[in-house]
């Protein structure tokens, strides 16, 4: 079980860079673009489409390492409340659902992929297919993270799991 804290620790890692690599990177496309559209009257062809497509990305990754620090969209009021095994019970009814959501959207995903992702983007000729995988990818990410958390939960493993 003490496996399963390391290979998170890992794979949490992993996504902070790529999503923060992924941040510097729109942070200098933003400014090197609007300093050659201000300063020169110039631009950088593909360099808005490559921003939302990185953009794309990091929100999807983003939502699949906040789930991983329980720092997603919640409202802890009641749960907050609860004690014992009602806690760990609504803890666990809580990732599942959103487990499930996650998966609902993948599930729905992939024909929309294989129905759209054939065109290509206008200015970077990207196939469609690549930048529609986030979801995917993303709501995969945040399904492992919801049932790593909720088999640490049941095992009381959760205090083991590193502060942030």
């Known amino acids: ?22 941040f510097f990177i729109i942070l200098s496309l933003t400014i090197i673009l609007v300093v050659l559209r201000y300063g020169f009257n110039s631009t950088i062809i593909g360099g808005n489409e490559a921003m939302e497509y990185l953009f794309i990305y990091t929100t999807a990754l983003g939502a699949a390492v906040s ?15 609860l004690r014992g095994g009602y806690h760990k019970g609504v803890t666990i009814l809580n990732l599942a659902l959103i487990g499930f959501i996650n998966a609902v959207m993948v599930w729905y995903s992939l024909p929309w992929i294989r129905s759209a992702g054939y065109f290509e983007s206008p200015v970077l ?15 995969t990410l945040v399904i492992l993270y919801c049932i790593n958390h909720i088999v640490l939960e049941l095992f009381n493993l959760k205090s083991s799991m590193p502060q942030r």
């Open 1 to 22: 079980m003490k496996r399963l804290i390391h290979i998170e620790r890992i794979a949490s890692r992993v996504l902070e860079s790529a999503v923060t690599i992924f």
């Open 67 to 81: 789930v991983g620090r329980e720092e997603h969209i919640k409202i802890s009021f009641f749960k907050d409340k």
């Open 125 to 139: 000729r990207i196939p469609n297919s690549i930048v529609q995988t986030s979801i995917p990818a993303g709501c």
